[in-house]
């Protein structure tokens, strides 16, 4: 006759010993991103400073006299301020995996509290390949962003050097996620949301963009600007609270 445990010997709870690893995968906290610590790629010095607090980036920019479209984020180079460190996902335990291209995995984005004193900006965060390249192929950047080009805010997607983006007058946050299979940027998808998170408008993109194996990836967020004929006067300020989260997927 088997014999079942009928409390746990560790515990003294009913039931047998309790399962052993893992974590789970129901309520999972989305994480602040803090990029103070991150590496700084600025070939024009238009980054003047970073700072963060309670869940808050304020960037503050150097003067921009004459504005081009390599300041923006669809521009044939990519020579606006960002800041990268290494993409990782939450063990549960306090430790943090590297992701890489030969990876299966998920980002889910979060975006709100967009303001400026000054230029049309859009603030951005996503996952490149190679956040210190100005050539957009290189960097191979796929993420999302906010902008407020008039009255209404907005956010969008972001696919290497393209964009697809919407405004709304109820506008409240950007939901973004971000699809990866191994060596392959698969899909990106954006969601402007209002306050009770009622969507309002969305974007997608199947991309489906190669990627070299055994690639290590990194989280980049910066600053570009909303048109090509966009200036920055000195110490303009933007300010964007960004959360973002992280599954890696075994199959």
């Known amino acids: 006759m088997p014999i079942f445990p009928c409390f746990d010997p560790t515990t003294g709870a009913s039931g047998g010993s309790a399962p052993s690893g893992g974590i ?37 920019l150097n003067a921009l006299a004459v504005g081009s479209t390599d300041y923006t984020l669809a521009g044939t180079a990519h020579r606006f301020p960002r800041l990268s460190a290494d993409l990782t996902a939450d063990d549960g335990d306090g430790t943090f995996t590297t992701i890489t291209s030969d990876d299966y995995f998920v980002v889910y984005y979060r975006l709100r509290g967009y303001s400026t004193t000054g230029f049309a900006a859009r603030p951005f965060v996503a996952v490149a390949v190679d956040p210190a390249s100005t050539v957009p192929a290189t960097m191979a950047a796929h993420g999302t962003f906010l902008y407020k080009p008039a009255a209404n805010a907005g956010s969008g997607l972001w696919d290497v050097a393209s964009t697809l983006q919407a405004v709304n007058a109820s506008f409240d946050a950007g939901l ?20 009770s998170g009622v969507s309002l408008n969305g974007q997608n993109r199947l991309t489906n963009d190669p990627i070299a194996a055994g690639t290590p990836l990194k989280l980049v967020v910066g600053v570009a600007t909303d048109a090509g004929s966009t200036t920055i006067t000195q110490d303009d300020q933007i300010t964007i609270d960004m959360q973002y989260q992280v599954f890696k997927i075994t199959i």
């Not at 991150?38 to 607090?53: E, Q």
């Not at 973004?176 to 209002?194: E, G, H, K, M």
């Open 24 to 60: 789970a995968l129901s309520n999972i906290p989305l994480r602040s991103i803090d990029p103070t610590g991150f590496a700084v790629h600025d070939p024009d010095s238009l980054l003047k400073s970073t700072a963060y607090a309670a869940g808050t980036t304020t960037y503050i």
């Open 176 to 195: 973004s996620v971000a699809v990866y299979s191994p060596t392959r940027a698969i899909q990106v998808d954006s969601f402007q949301l209002d306050a």
